[in-house]
């Protein structure tokens, strides 16, 4: 199968996003093998893969020996190869814990675009005080992630409450109408609080993406998180 | 058409409501002779006809001379008779001001049944603040009947922060995705807050119906508002 | 997982319901220690796991010794810590015997929360005698819990006999256009009966929450139940 | 338009059921024009034409001059030509009052067909003891036609209570989940009585051609009202 | 569980079927549990289970000792006790061999309610000429049960040739937009063709039962049958 | 509007297909003004605009004066220019006389991309000999369109006769729940006829593009065809 | 109606983003009033109504004299005020000319927010070398909006193609499986290339709010552009 | 099962297609033995078994001991038979690995059927680049057939580019909003590019059907291929 793969090793300079494998439904040494032509065809960033079923996750740090490999059971990634020096901020919310691996999917595609992520868990809407506990937080971020199943009401919430352009992912968590998340994400789509950008659901890699070409560019701009990269890359 | 409608005068007795005349559909002629036929078979409320089209609402105090008439065009609703004295109460909230048809259709309801209701109005999630504002009137009510559009996330929030019977109702409110009520609906059953239990889109009188059932249960069994009532009948 | 679990103890105070544990999707051994944190909160009342899996039905009664410990392997709870004594009473009905998990979480939950539930089973609309033969246990009681699967008739019939605040849970039995349960829902939620208020689809949970605040506040109001409740405390 | 028709006169003698005209969407000249043809085409029986609009109905006395014309404002149907002597019966049971218009187009289409049709109209279960005073004027029947619209649940309490072929009408009557009728139609096919079959939203017409295969069945093999019917052709 | 369950042995009166096992989602030793009840209060008769899993369809033989057990794996059906002597006769017509599993289902039923089925398999509308071979077997019988998965195009295609009553059954054979049976429902509510009655997807049981009605009314009018099945009685 | 419209002249040359004006929802002028522009930037061919509402219509001769302008009511179109002599055939085919202005519409469009288009109307099934009658004139032909509402089973039944490539059109024609012809596309997507290639419901348009694209390629192969254009130009 | 409204003038310091009239179902004289009491109780910019009626559109300049008033018939806007001076810019793609409407609402929103907005219109995927010719124009924008309907495949090219922040807006522009949007809608969440966030259908403003976050962020980090503000206000 | 199948031995010569046999829901024993039969009743080519289960695909040679058996665990197709010699072509583009097990089923029938098939995969529209590269592979080709989940924007873009008869297949690759391919599918009917045709979701089989017609139709028109093919023939 995979000889018929056209990798896009250029991917990563045009949108600023690696090609990255979504293993879901292809079979584990497929997915292993993509890798390893991703990691050969574009080494200027370590190569991941999302969606990993259980042989591709217990697997990879053998397949590639030598290598740094991170594995995220929770969020089903693997990476391989070193992570880049963090510039700019981006934070995630989850509204309950059994939205956290999305938020995992998402955390580590924003350290792979070499983004700083840093997750508030558990504050939804069911329990306000715990979200206003943690408002604070959110002041002048770059952007928020903010994941939630059921009836996905935190985001809209959240964006009442701060100016900071939010990102909304719905999870695939919830039972009888809402299951799989449909009803989640619909709400979020029909948000009374204005400024809510939908991903799909569960698709914490996309918001990732979103939101670090928006932090890098804010980070970029600022100067100073850059000047102390440089100076970190020297000591490093 | 009405020739061969079997009324239900009983119903008051069997189910504490009175049959009623939903409007939509119906042709105007249809709708009033429909209410002078209730009024004359169960004269011991007033008669309700609810989604009123404008040539029932307009023609309603012309047709009942004589008779105590209430018409709401935001609700739509006509009321022949004199409205009962109320026991109980039951507090009505709205997310957003186009929310209101929904809110008036219940609290005629309410009164029609012998229910005070209380209107609290756009305290939607989008300004958090002007629900926590309104909070502590919410304390100790019998019932609340929460009416929300778009995506439907009131709800949630205020059942996560009142030990109230919570009665949900999604209103028509919305666009694209949300356009209609449905996704307000599937979110509202979807609520990550317990005990959230909803009604169909727009149906504020059936909210009423479900709260006042609770609401006269609490004053009856209170007893002080019940003794009111009988001093009042007498000197009435 | 659970270490970033902000635990909401001060529920029971704020709702009149203690934080729950919902361990669909939830790792065993997370499910059971959840629990136990949540004992410890909250120590006023026993701590409840609802859509347990087979593993936590199967281990609770031996990771908690010492306490009680009550599995209900049809409805899928467990209940670890003393049932308070019950005020109040909620009639719990189920259309078929295929409805008897969504009605078995139901009557935990109530216990939990402290409300009597009583069971009427197998009254569904295909024998409608069975129901008629029932119907005066339904007569004054605090709420009436309706469940049904399949076209989800049964609340509508219910609630054109009885005055009765009455919630209905569509449950998930059925097949074809009715697989899941979601014809039922949008069935209750479109009754031609007023006042039908409609949970979830397999939510006696939720039912619960809701018929125990109805429940709780009728008994409070009327005093005699409480009274009881106090003797009975004396000689506990 | 209407030259390139291709009519299909022999459908009464293949099918038992004459060729019909289908207003809907047809322009009013066309309608007339068609059901003039049909009238030549097929001279044995009437022309009928279903789902006219108001120009129809209006214009057909007029166009069809000589004729005998009738028109069914309620049911939308012209009928020009003589109904046939009727053979059988079937019972139509309409829920409610805004169902007529459903019950009406299968009315006409029975007695196009040569059955007699019996209209019980406003049994609803909302009301449960309307449909069980006449319950017993269903016994024995060659087939009854439930509509129903909002939840749809009259078919299954009257397949639980009788032994006769029965088909269900969803009407398109309902509003927010339940607009249009697609509720009802679901909620139908969903029946826990068994032996429900079912029509497509508010086709009446549709239910008389069953119920009319059924009824001339059972009234043929039955030869008194064949008799009968010898009799009075000879007075008639 | 079987402890709650309200035996309806009165309804083969009222309703001309026998309350009936659904098996789908019970533990099978509840199943055989129910049948054995069934088959004590109400001995008139056989007792059917539906929907069967393999521990019932394999259990079934031995759980039944002295007893006519018949199994049918494709149909998953079980019944218990002598069929009775068959009286009218009903053509079932399947589409492919994939809806045979429906077939079975529907034949063993009619067998059950005392109806002679007669199976003719694998006429689709693909092979138009293998329908047009059959059609003659067809003339004159009392009922059609016309099976078929896909875009469902059968019971168009008969209904627009044959002067019978026809019941659709929607099966579950399909993929992509059609998978489930959901767009074979809805095309069958949708037919061209007039007097098309339709039943939930799969429902066999429930298309046996409305043929059934059907059919014995033709063969009691009739009475040839009757006579016939008289003598055979006595030399039974 | 128009100003910033960016028109698309080598559409034809790269597509075989000229850049057509979709008039629903634009305005009347701008609509005439898009016509106008197109004629001018693409001469070699006749200008297109499908959709047309009543108001283009009406006016397209005299906004187009000296110019050859073809209006069709019922397919809702206007050609401004000469169409070009035809090479190739299309047979399009209708299951009812409401499917017209679909067909019209793609018969208008393989006119103005110079193939010659035969229609052949009113095959539903519902009366199969009708359709049975006219499949001689399929053999051989180089595509066949098959328009269809309500359950659209007639691609499935000519697929299964003939040897032609086909492509199935779903037309809005419907009620209930095949209201706009949602349910024809599914059931065409879903046929058990191998091979129906299905476009977006009422796209007539883009049927006529599909079916060109093929006959053009045969006419082209054949020669013979080509040959005559040549003659006839010479001639003309 | 609106002295029930609770005005919040504190949103735009809290949220970035002043209150907006959403002008759709209010009666046109209760949106001129709110228009009226937000400039009043917010002066700090200007008031903006969205998804006004003709009445409201061509009411505005003479309710609001002696105030700056632009109306957009096409975006259907109203602004009363004076636009702030812009900082930061975004690029909005319109696929179409019918996606024109919703264009103008976000160019709209984004002015009123003080963002410069410039539009790319009539770029959708059918003629490709349309948008590859704007490529360059995207290089280095701070945010897109891009707007398609029908396929919405708009979002993934582009998102494929260049580094930026892009936000997807459904526009209700399609007809058959595709109308009113909700396809589009679906198919820009489940894009192949990722980063691409959604709105709603239609949802101009609120893609303008996301856009204007980010774009003001990256201004405000560049300052550059704030020094230029600061110098023309000297000049204004 | 087997016995009461109807072999269509004639469809060859009929439609241009052997009756195929649809192995997803057989058991293997009667998939295999109907491949026997099908190869008996019609030797003039290859048997083809599509969707098979593992237990076919590994069985199927040692039960066709003697003949050609060509086994594609990908496409999870069966072939019995030798091929027959290729006429024509038809081009098959994958937008994604993911999608490789529909193309593998639409070349394995194409061969089938005698046309020969190219594949060109992953060019999807997230790397533009890939497809404007293979784009002039495309030029001349009879018919494409253009497959892709997700979103299913390559279809709209092929057709924009090229002058080719387009068959587009929805894959069921996708997730969220999208899984199963309902989105592609949907996507692809509403394309804004004229001339896409649509097949039901991975209906790799059917493409190949329609795409095989085409291709076989200009290949015989064209003669010289013909011609190949019997001096090929002479020397085999």
Redesign the interface.
Known sequence: ??S???L?P??RR????P??V?A???LPE?TLELIARLREADPDGPALAT?CPEAVLSRAADFFVGEEVTVDP?GRTVVVGALPRPRGEVTVLA????D?PVAHECLTTLAVLGVRGR?I??????????LLGVLPELEGV??AVVIA?????LP??V?????????AV?S????????????????????????????????G???A??AA??AR??AR??GADGGAAVQEARHG
């Open positions: 199968m995979e018929i793969a056209r896009d250029d991917r045009r949108t600023g996003v090609e990255v979504y879901e439904g292809k497929h969606r929770l509204a309950g814990t059994s956290l997750l868990a558990d504050v939804g809407v069911a329990g306000l005080h715990r770059a952007c199943g059921m009836e996905g009401a809209s919430v964006a009442g409450l701060v100016d900071v352009p939010l990102v719905p695939p968590v919830g039972y009888g109408v809402g299951a799989g998340g449909v009803v989640a994400a619909a709400a979020m789509l029909s948000s009374c609080s204005p400024g809510v950008a939908v991903m799909n659901i569960g698709n890699f996309g918001a993406v979103h070409r928006i560019r804010a701009a600022d």
